[in-house]
C-alpha cells in the first residue's frame, strides 16, 4: 500500500507548509499541491510549493530566509532566479497590473510626453536587473531635480511619512519636458553661486551635484530605454548632454589612531570594562544582562571585520555563518539569498588571521539567531523586522566619540585597512586586491600614504 501524503508538515526551519482542504458532494478532500502562507509589510500570499514533501519543505525554507531580509520584498521574491518555479498569486498580479495604470494625459495608440511618475513607475517596473538601493537612488535624484527645477520645495531628511508622500505626488505631476539642459544648467550654477567662497562646501556641493545627474541619468541607461517606447522623449535627452564637474581629491589621509580605538573597543564591547562615562551613555533599557553582552560583543566583531578583513557594512550585516570557514580561515564574500556584492570584484575569499578567526570562534555561541554572524537584538520573544541595525547605530555614537568623525565612520575603518596594507607592502595592487577595489580607485580614494617623506636640506647644518 502506498504511503499517504500528510496533510500538513513542519519544516527544519519550524515553518507549517499543507494541503488545501474542499469539500466534494460531501467528502472532505485535499489539494495535490502543498501550499505556504507568508506575510511581510501588511501583505500576505499563500504559495504553491509543488506535491513532493521534500522539495515543498526545503522551498518553504529558503522563501522564509530570503523575505527575512528587510530589502526583499515579493517582488524580489518573484523575480529572484532561484524562485522561478513559484506561481504568482492572482493578488500580487492583479496588483502588479494596477501599476501599470494610465496617467491623465495618455493617448492611446499614440505616443505622449510623459510625467516624471510615468517614468519613475515605469523605471521602478523593469530594473528588475538593478538592487532596490539603486533603484531608490535613481528615482530620488530624478525627483529631486524635477522639484529643484519645477520650483516645489525640497525633501528634508526629517520629513514625515506623509509630507514624504504629498512630495513624492508633486513632484511625480511635473512634466518631463521641463527638465531642459538650459534648466538643467541654471540649477547647478545657482546652486554653487549660494556656496560663496568656502572652497570645502564648494568641493562638497559638486560631488553632491555629480551624484543627483549621474543617478537620474541611469534611468534613461540603454537598457532601460526599450521600455519607454510609448514615451516621447527628447532627443538628444538633456541628462545625457549635462557633464560633470571636476570634483575634489577623495585621497584619504588618516586623522585616528586605529590601535587606540581598537584596544578600547575591546575594553568597552568584547571585556565589558565599563566607564563611569560609558554607563552615564548607556540608554534605559528592560533586556537581560545576556542580551546586552551578546550585542556589545557583536559591536566589536563588526569593527573588527572591517579593519582586518575590510568588508563593507552592507557585507558585515548580510555575512552568513555558511561564509565563514573556521578551518581554511576564510570569509566568501559572494552572492547569498540573503545580498548581492557590490561588484564583481567584490566577491573573493578573504583570508583571515589566526587572532580574528579565533574571536569569531568565541563569538559564534552568542549569535543565536542563524543564518547571520551578526545577531538581530532580542526583545523577548519578538525579533526585529531589520537585524543587526540597532549595533551599527549605538557603534557610529561611540566612534565618533573617538574622534571618527564621518557619516559613517566604519568607512573610515575600511580606508584605514587599506593604508595598513599599503604600509605595509608598499604595493596599491595589494591594498586593492584586499579592498576587492579596482586599482584605480584604491590609488585615488582608499589609500593615503603612511610613510614620511623627508628631505635633509644642504647648508642648514649647525
Request: glycine share 4%.
Amino acid at each position: 500500500m502506498p504511503k499517504q501524503t500528510p496533510t500538513e508538515a513542519r519544516t527544519r526551519r519550524g515553518n507549517r507548509i499543507y494541503r488545501n482542504q474542499f469539500q466534494v458532494q460531501g467528502d472532505t478532500r485535499y489539494s495535490d499541491d502543498f501550499l505556504f502562507a507568508v506575510k511581510k509589510e501588511g501583505e500576505r500570499h499563500r504559495l504553491n510549493l509543488g506535491g513532493e514533501l521534500e522539495k515543498a519543505k526545503k522551498l518553504a525554507d529558503q522563501i522564509s530566509a530570503f523575505l527575512m531580509v528587510p530589502s526583499h520584498s515579493f517582488s524580489d521574491l518573484f523575480e529572484h532566479p532561484d524562485f522561478q518555479q513559484l506561481k504568482k498569486p492572482r493578488a500580487y498580479q492583479r496588483r502588479l497590473r494596477a501599476s501599470y495604470r494610465a496617467e491623465p494625459n495618455d493617448l492611446v495608440g499614440a505616443k505622449h510626453a510623459p510625467l516624471v511618475g510615468e517614468v519613475v513607475r515605469r523605471y521602478e517596473s523593469n530594473a528588475v536587473h538593478l538592487s532596490k538601493t539603486t533603484v531608490s537612488e535613481a528615482v530620488n535624484a530624478l525627483r529631486h531635480l524635477a522639484a529643484a527645477i519645477s520650483g516645489l520645495s525640497l525633501m528634508r531628511r526629517n520629513s514625515t511619512k506623509r509630507q514624504r508622500d504629498q512630495w513624492r505626488k508633486k513632484t511625480d505631476a511635473v512634466p518631463l519636458n521641463e527638465l531642459t539642459l538650459s534648466a538643467l544648467e541654471e540649477y547647478r550654477t545657482a546652486t554653487l553661486r549660494k556656496v560663496g567662497e568656502d572652497q570645502l562646501d564648494r568641493g562638497r556641493r559638486i560631488t553632491t551635484l555629480n551624484s543627483y545627474f549621474r543617478c537620474a541619468r541611469s534611468v534613461f541607461s540603454e537598457r532601460m530605454m526599450a521600455f519607454y517606447g510609448d514615451f516621447d522623449l527628447p532627443d538628444p535627452l538633456p541628462l545625457r548632454q549635462v557633464r560633470p564637474m571636476r570634483e575634489p581629491s577623495r585621497r584619504y589621509v588618516s586623522k585616528i589612531n586605529v590601535a587606540d580605538i581598537m584596544a578600547k573597543a575591546k575594553k568597552r564591547f568584547w571585556l565589558r570594562e565599563l566607564s563611569d562615562e560609558d554607563k552615564a551613555d548607556l540608554p534605559p533599557t528592560n533586556r537581560s544582562e545576556d542580551d546586552l553582552v551578546r550585542e556589545d560583543k557583536a559591536r566589536f566583531i563588526i569593527l573588527l571585520l572591517t579593519i582586518a578583513c575590510g568588508l563593507r557594512p552592507k557585507e558585515v550585516s548580510r555575512l552568513t555563518w555558511e561564509q565563514v570557514d573556521l578551518q581554511r580561515r576564510q570569509i566568501h564574500v559572494a552572492v547569498t539569498s540573503y545580498d548581492t556584492p557590490k561588484a564583481r570584484s567584490s566577491e573573493c575569499s578573504v583570508d583571515v588571521t589566526h587572532t580574528v578567526m579565533a574571536y569569531l570562534e568565541e563569538f559564534q555561541p552568542y549569535s543565536i539567531f542563524p543564518p547571520f554572524v551578526i545577531p538581530a537584538p532580542r526583545y523577548g520573544d519578538k525579533e526585529p523586522a531589520k537585524p543587526g541595525q540597532i549595533f551599527f547605530r549605538q557603534l557610529y555614537l561611540w566612534l565618533r566619540k573617538q574622534g571618527v568623525g564621518s557619516q559613517n565612520p566604519l568607512y573610515i575603518f575600511r580606508k584605514e585597512a587599506g593604508s595598513i596594507i599599503y604600509d605595509q607592502t608598499d604595493s596599491y595592487d595589494l591594498a586593492a586586491d584586499f579592498l576587492r577595489n579596482d586599482p584605480r580607485i584604491a590609488r585615488e580614494h582608499y589609500v593615503g600614504r603612511r610613510k614620511r617623506l623627508e628631505i635633509e636640506v644642504p647648508g642648514l647644518e649647525s
